[in-house]
């Protein structure tokens, strides 16, 4: 009786109200009559969004049973206590689980060997209590492992509140609003990179940051065309301040054994020319394409960026595609693309003889996982 009551009694669809905002783009000019549904803090907006909620729900009273059914058998299906496969760092084995019922990851790790008492680092599922959206940002250890530097958006707003645990006694140094995805630690165990948003959210700035101290600014890009990002190499001996648009690339470096250094230029962009860059030993690896539409792979010295000095390692090929290189100590992983599909190929760094990692079906996916550890002869 209830639900005849109120499927006879529903709402009418919402009608959100014209209002005049005249707008140019490209030239044109435009009248967009809804331009004031994007302010979030409107009063106005958010009586309309929860009307709209209103009606939807009743609209879909009559599917309840249905919708109740297919949740069950979609969870019947998901193996809820899930868990990833361990990845080696260093002493500790890392890796994240899920429990049943409960809706976010588990960060643990054991010390040593997977038979070692288990140590949960960060669960999201008491992070999350009390918010109406969680999302976890990044995840990062120091390299001693005594530090977290992790980020949470609480709002769906992809701003995220990055924060500095001490692991061992689960208490909070630091906390920093506002942050993006980006963060990656220096060699000091103490000093922190991270990236923050423009008006656009656009990444566009890195800081510095000190354990209990003031953030700095380091790097900001005022061309609305990049955004900034940044990664650590393998080899943990540097961190890469990536400035990227669609078709062009920049790379500044930082030592991170001399984190308070400036940021030093490895390549001023050109337009149109893309690049990517790693290290290994005394040497850096370039993958670019200049001068070659499918990227080739280039080395240089750890300090001898001029281009004259580059040497070619992989020249260009008109049926392959370089995606990127992975170096460990001995060996360097070779991603290329022919004939549509993914393609994984070995370098012996001592000998260097190449060997193809061979897939027993004709159609297949290739992807590379958590490969913490540098020095070391297997790759996920």
């Not at 059914?69 to 899920?98: F, N, Q």
């Not at 001399?258 to 005394?282: C, H, M």
């Amino acid at each position: 009786m209830n639900f005849i009551h109120k499927f006879f009694n529903r709402p009418k669809p919402p009608r959100a109200k014209k209002q005049s905002h005249p707008i140019t783009r490209h030239g044109r000019n435009f009248d967009d009559l809804y331009f004031w549904l994007r302010d979030r803090n409107d009063p106005n907006v958010i009586a309309y969004l929860e009307a709209e909620n209103r009606f939807t729900d009743v609209e879909m009273l009559p599917t309840e049973p249905l919708q109740e059914k297919l949740y069950e058998e979609m969870v019947s299906r998901m193996k809820e206590d899930d868990a990833t496969v361990p990845a080696r760092k260093g002493i500790y084995w890392y890796y994240s689980r899920h429990e049943k019922k409960q809706q976010y990851k588990i960060y643990a790790r054991k010390k040593d060997s997977l038979q070692s008492p288990e140590e949960i680092i960060l669960d999201c599922n008491k992070l999350a209590v009390g918010h109406p959206y969680f999302s976890l940002g990044v995840f990062k250890i120091s390299e001693n492992h005594e530090f977290l530097a992790y980020s949470t958006d609480t709002d769906g707003s992809e701003k995220y509140d990055l924060k500095i645990m001490d692991v061992s006694a689960g208490s909070i140094r630091d906390s920093i609003p506002n942050t993006y995805y980006d963060v990656e630690w220096a060699s000091d165990h103490q000093t922190v990179f991270y990236t923050t948003l423009d008006h656009a959210s656009r990444p566009y700035r890195v800081y510095r940051h000190t354990l209990e101290k003031e953030s700095e600014l380091v790097y900001e890009e005022p061309d609305e065309r990049f955004f900034v990002e940044l990664s650590k190499s393998r080899d943990s001996r540097f961190i890469f301040i990536h400035l990227q648009s669609k078709i062009t690339s920049e790379i500044r470096i930082i030592d991170c054994n001399a984190p308070r250094k400036d940021p030093v230029l490895f390549s001023p962009r050109i337009q149109g020319i893309e690049y990517s860059i790693t290290s290994w030993e005394n040497f850096i690896f370039i993958v670019t394409n200049e001068g070659a539409q499918n990227f080739k792979l280039m080395q240089t010295g750890i300090h001898e960026f001029e281009k004259s000095l580059w040497k070619e390692i992989i020249p260009h090929r008109e049926d392959t595609m370089l995606l990127g290189v992975e170096p460990f100590r001995s060996h360097l992983a070779i991603y290329e693309r022919k004939n549509g599909f993914k393609q994984l190929r070995i370098r012996n760094m001592k000998t260097w003889t190449d060997h193809d990692v061979t897939f027993p079906e004709a159609s297949y996916n290739l992807q590379i996982g958590q490969n913490y550890e540098y020095d070391c002869d297997v790759l996920r």
